[in-house]
């Protein structure tokens, strides 16, 4: 378990402490209810610091999360969270599993090569999330979703993220960061019935956050792959 935690620097382990605290200082804060969203918080937390090392760990704990969060999401209601991220989140998840596993910076390494998107890449996700959210809209206003334009907002981000995860490229974290957005202001709505939901509502604060730096992270690693691939190739021309 502790070489696990290794890939982190001293400041991303300081992240991650933090965001646990938070999470932890605000569900008791406000009556300590409702454990099934303390645990998927916490997963969720844990899974954005390692996919923002380009960790495929950080693939499989969303998959966990994503099936927790779709249990909550029912009970309140938000049946676009829940058909989101169990019928859609969780699957694409595991197809970006599989891309990160197969497409490592180095052979033996934990860390997935990160990708540039094309212009036909940018096209194809736009197409795509359009198509989703145009069908995605009609299902859930069947449902009767609650907050029916925010859920369905809610889909468009999603999507993006997930599609741009599977594609490796460090946009995913910014598309994650907007999906991050729109889900605080979607659980500050419930949290007028529940108070418990309080901390979700700080789960997403933390994600924004985490996201944010993800995206980061990820602009650096891939700036530092591409160096390296360019060292490499110059001396095999030599």
Not at 15 to 31: E, H, P, R, V
Not at 128 to 144: D, E, P, S
Not at 187 to 216: E, H, K, P, Q
């Amino acid at each position: 378990m502790k070489k696990i935690f290794t890939v982190f620097t001293k400041t991303e382990l300081a992240i991650m402490s933090g965001s646990i605290l938070t999470i932890l200082i605000a569900f008791f804060a406000f009556g300590g209810e409702g454990y099934l969203s303390l645990i998927a918080s916490l997963i969720g937390a844990v899974s954005l610091m390692f996919c923002a090392k380009g960790n495929p760990l950080g693939q499989v704990l969303i998959i966990i999360f994503s099936i927790l969060y779709g249990i909550i999401s029912f009970e309140v209601g938000y049946y676009g969270e829940m058909i989101t991220y169990v019928g859609m989140s969780a699957p694409m998840a595991v197809f970006a599993l599989i891309a990160w596993i197969k497409n490592p910076a180095e052979k033996g390494k934990s860390e997935v090569k990160a990708y540039r998107l094309t212009f036909r890449d940018a096209l194809v996700m736009i197409l795509l999330t359009l198509a989703v959210t145009f069908a995605f809209y009609f299902i859930l206003k069947f449902f009767g979703t609650s907050n029916l334009p925010a859920s369905t907002l809610s889909v468009t981000t999603s999507f993006a993220a997930v599609y741009l995860t599977y594609k490796r490229s460090p946009f995913y974290a910014l598309a994650y960061a907007l999906n991050d957005v729109v889900l605080i202001a979607m659980w500050i709505f419930a949290m007028r019935s529940d108070s418990s939901y309080v901390s979700v509502v700080t789960c997403f604060l933390v994600f924004l956050l985490n996201d944010l730096y993800g995206f980061f992270s990820w602009q650096r690693m891939q700036k530092r792959q591409e160096e390296k691939s360019r060292r490499e190739n110059a001396d095999q021309s030599l």
